[in-house]
């Protein structure tokens, strides 16, 4: 089962380089463990555009979907087998980055 764990701050790219190693630490154990799927950190929501085509005329609208304090500042894509595992997982990201998280699993 996958997992998408999501990374929410509320500023970007202002990891310190004690955070910075610690995810790469953590990172590198995740990957040695078999958990590794996917990660990456996010630019500013600013940097966003949101693309609506649902009528088939692409509207194009820069800045984000949705006006917010805090937003998505990264995320760790993870493979567990089950939602406890995940969620140990996902305590030690969030440790790690020092930030908050959030868990959902992939349909």
Not at 16 to 32: C, G, H, L, S, Y
């Amino acid at each position: 089962m996958q997992y998408l764990v999501s990374v929410i701050h509320d500023k970007a790219n202002d990891g310190t380089d004690d955070e910075m190693a610690a995810i790469t630490a953590f990172n590198k154990r995740v990957q040695q463990d078999g958990n590794w799927v996917f990660a990456g950190g996010l630019a500013a929501p600013e940097a966003a555009t949101v693309i609506d085509n649902r009528d088939g005329a692409s509207l194009f609208t820069d800045g984000p979907f949705i006006e917010s304090k805090e937003f998505l500042a990264g995320f760790w894509v993870f493979e567990a087998p089950d939602l406890d595992a995940a969620l140990k997982l996902a305590a030690e990201g969030s440790l790690a980055c020092n930030r908050r998280v959030e868990v959902r699993p992939f349909l």
